[in-house]
């Protein structure tokens, strides 16, 4: 009887770590839908704030069809996390040359439309990080699991595995702004 009801602990430690393993590997693909919304609302947004730009910045054109193809390549990346980062990171940091140099346009500031696309813009990336910094949890977590004892174990023997971090690099937010009187 003390070896059958030993047997059903183990067995019953196997299955709640199997089943947390599960739950976790859920939880990471949620994660990742979430950021995929979150980029395919930016990727929405991007060809409506180049057609806004195009009437005012003309002489902007080569900047302008630079972060459309950007856009196009990250869009269409289904690859690997480390990929599609790379994409992203190229895209992210076209936008933000191209925000810097439409506020140099006055009436384009001035366009209702042009303000609002920039906000739901800005909008857009906080969401985008709030969904990196989700899925970043959760791939921790899962590769906390996929590394610790016993929980290794069961996850080797079922395929489990690890998951990259999707990090999306933004070089202008570690420069101090230069502020000057």
């Given at each position: 009887?003390?070896?059958?009801?030993?047997?059903?602990?183990?067995?019953m430690i196997f299955i709640g770590m199997y089943n947390g393993l599960v739950s976790i590997r859920n939880h990471c693909d949620e994660a990742w839908s979430n950021i995929d919304t979150e980029l395919q609302r930016r990727y929405d947004l991007i060809p409506n704030l180049v057609e806004t730009a195009k009437g005012y910045a003309k002489h902007e054109r080569g900047l302008l069809?630079?972060?459309?193809?950007?856009?196009?390549?990250?869009?269409?990346?289904?690859?690997?996390?480390?990929?599609?980062?790379?994409?992203?990171?190229m895209l992210q940091n076209a936008l933000g040359k191209l925000m810097v140099r439409l506020e140099a346009y006055p009436d384009l500031k001035a366009s209702?439309?042009?303000?609002?696309?920039?906000?739901?813009?800005?909008?857009?990336?906080?969401?985008i990080q709030a969904a990196l910094r989700f899925y970043n949890g959760n791939v921790r977590e899962n590769n906390n699991k996929m590394e610790?004892?016993?929980?290794?174990?069961?996850?080797?023997m079922f395929s489990f595995s690890k998951r990259d971090y999707f990090e999306l690099e933004n070089p202008d937010a570690r420069v101090a702004p230069k502020v000057s009187f």
């Open positions: 009887m003390i070896p059958l009801g030993i047997l059903l602990l183990v067995l069809e630079d972060v459309v193809k950007l856009r196009e390549k990250a869009a269409g990346n289904h690859g690997a996390v480390a990929s599609q980062a790379i994409d992203e990171n209702a439309n042009f303000v609002e696309l920039q906000k739901e813009l800005a909008n857009t990336e906080n969401r610790q004892f016993p929980s290794n174990v069961v996850a080797g």
